[in-house]
């Protein structure tokens, strides 16, 4: 994603204003993913693991990929780790 501009949608700014999603968050996640995955409508999710308040969150990042542009569509956080990381021990 390095020399990308990442453009954020009317719908993700509000979405990361009412979840309270930190913009550099979502840069960070886009920069440097955990994992990525491609999605229905030729969308892709990026998402990286965040230490909130002492308790462990998965923030994924829905987007579009164009040439030289990233459009975040939306973007949350859940606890539910196991259920979207690919490849984490189900201990």
């Known amino acids: 994603m ?3 501009n990442i453009q954020f ?3 993700a700014e ?8 930190d913009k550099l968050m979502v840069l960070e996640t886009l920069k440097n993913p955990l994992q990525i995955f491609s999605s229905k409508n030729d969308r892709r999710i990026a998402q ?3 230490k909130i308040e002492d308790k462990d969150f998965l923030l994924r990042v829905i987007y ?3 040439n030289n542009i990233i459009k975040v569509i939306t973007a949350y956080l859940t606890t539910k780790i196991k259920k979207f990381v690919r490849g984490i021990n189900e201990n």
Do not use: G, L, T, Y
């Open 14 to 21: 509000i979405q990361m204003n009412e979840r309270n999603i």
């Open 9 to 11: 949608s009317n719908h």
């Open 48 to 50: 990286k693991i965040f």
């Open 2 to 4: 390095k020399n990308k």
């Open 64 to 66: 579009e990929d164009f």
